[in-house]
Every structure is written in structure tokens, then in C-alpha cells.
């Protein structure tokens, strides 16, 4: 037990340079193989860390371009519908319009109709009722009236008939 409380020089130095030969041997062998993997999965890692950092912006460029792009779709459709909307009240206010002016325009045609047909029954009435005193002076008399007296009677009858209608 005392030798290994002892230390031996001639061992030591042995030691010592069989270390340094090992550590030669593995720098030459070993060292430069293990630094050299190191290095390539560095290489590695800080490649599949670029990607995925690369990766992750495109997608976030993506996510916002698709939102971007489904804001815009929603605009437009908003768009469309208040164009349908406001070709909706267009063309109802159209249609009205149409109908009011239709319906002005046959109103104006049955009133020029009435029109028409009063004067023309008027015409009738008038030849009527000339015809009809024409033959009651007649009868009065007892004999044939002429154009003057007809004209006359035709006057008389036709004022007093507009005095009735009054």
C-alpha cells in the first residue's frame, strides 16, 4: 500500500507519454472524424433550422395572403349584393313608373273616350230633340214648319235643355 502513496517517477513519465502518443494517435485517427461529424450536424441543424424558419414565414405569408384574399372575396360579394340590391330598387322604381305611366295613359284615353262618346251622344241628342220639336211645333200648329222656325225651335229647346242640365 505504500507504493501507491509513493509516486514513481519513471512511471509518471511513462504515463505521461503514453498519454501524449495516445492523444496523438486519436488526433491523427479519431479527433478529426468526431470534429468533422460534429461539424456537419451543426451544418445540418442550422440548415433544418433555416428551413423551418423559412418554412414558418411562408406559411404566415400564405395565412395572411388567404386571409388577405378571403377579406377581399368578402368585399366583393358585399359588393354584388348591394349592386343587386340597388338594380332590385331600380328596377322596381322602374316598373312602377312604368305602371303609374300606363296607367295615366289609359285613364287619358278612356277620359278623351268619354270624351268623345258624350259629344257624340250629345250630337244625337241634340238631332233627337230638334227632330222631336220639329214635330211637336208641327203638331201645335198643325201644319209644316219651315228652316227658319225649325232653327227657332231648335235654339229654344236646346237652351232650355241646357238650363235643366244646369
Known amino acids: 500500500m505504500d507504493t501507491l ?40 441543424i442550422r440548415n433544418d433550422l433555416d428551413r423551418a424558419e423559412k418554412s414558418q414565414k411562408e406559411a404566415e405569408e400564405l395565412r395572411l395572403n388567404y386571409e388577405r384574399q378571403l377579406a377581399e372575396a368578402q368585399k366583393t360579394i358585399q359588393e354584388m349584393v348591394n349592386q343587386a340590391k340597388a338594380d332590385g330598387e331600380k328596377t322596381k322604381s322602374q316598373i312602377l313608373s312604368e305602371a303609374k305611366s300606363e296607367s295615366d295613359r289609359i285613364l287619358e284615353k278612356g277620359r278623351k273616350d268619354l270624351s268623345h262618346e258624350v259629344g257624340r251622344l250629345k250630337g244625337e241628342l241634340r238631332q ?8 211637336v211645333a208641327e203638331k201645335i200648329m198643325g201644319r209644316s214648319v219651315d228652316k227658319k222656325v225649325q232653327e227657332e225651335v231648335l235654339k229654344t229647346s236646346l237652351t232650355q235643355l241646357n238650363e235643366v242640365k244646369k
Open 5 to 44: 502513496l509513493n509516486p514513481n517517477p519513471g512511471i509518471m513519465i511513462w504515463t505521461i507519454v503514453t498519454f501524449l502518443v495516445l492523444l496523438l494517435v486519436l488526433t491523427k485517427t479519431a479527433w478529426k472524424p468526431i470534429l468533422d461529424g460534429l461539424n456537419q450536424r451543426e451544418g445540418k
Open 128 to 135: 233627337e230633340v230638334a227632330g222631336l220639336s220639329v214635330q
